[in-house]
């Protein structure tokens, strides 16, 4: 297999999976819509606890103490969010949403274009943002197999069902997204040639869950946290894991 089938499958199921939702959801009350996207928010609420418990991670404290990995999540998350601000990721997210949803759908009134709008911006923070992945990406490009891939490509798919179900074919315009993250992530991999230090996923994957439970704010109308004015954390945490060991 070559590198990037992971993300060729990825993007199948996506598909797929956004197919059979939109033709569900022209069939389901908007009650029960509400309804599926609540579940997603518990589901994503659960997933998003389990990766951040990786703050914990003993290669992690063995690399930089036991009192600094919550730090360095914290810290992550602080600078994170401050360039992502300033880069306005999360208005340029939604502006690019609204600029396929107009090509793809010109004949949209409002309540369908910001219907749209919002399932990109959620299936892309959604689908892009855990930590399966990074990891799979990663290691599809440095040859070790598609294996975490191919699990995410399921759970994404059933995922995609019940979202295009509530939001429609936004979710399905979410695989633009999806190449350019997990496709740069892949070839990133394959420049590498190694995987990074457990260390260092390690607190990429804590702050990572701590962006999900953003989404799973998002989706559950507890608060429209900008979670992709966040996203410059993922890349920030591993050098702040580096910095600190370099300094004890």
Known sequence: MFPGIGTVVNISTVLAGSAVGVLLGNRLALRTRELVTDALGLVTLLI???SAMAVLDGSLEERVGSSAPM?????ALLVG???GSLLRLEQRLEDFGGALQRRLQSEAGSAQRQRFVEGFVT???IFCTGPLTILGSLNDGLGNGADQLFLKAALDGFAAIAFAA???????ASVVTLVVVQGSLTVVGVALGDVLPDAHLAAITATGGLLLVGVAFRLLKVRQIAVADLLPALLVAPLLVEAVARLR
């Open 123 to 125: 299936a892309s923070l």
């Open 166 to 172: 509530a939001f429609g074919w936004g979710v399905a």
């Open 48 to 50: 998003a606890a389990t």
């Open 81 to 83: 969010g401050i360039v």
């Open 71 to 75: 730090l360095i999540v914290l810290g």
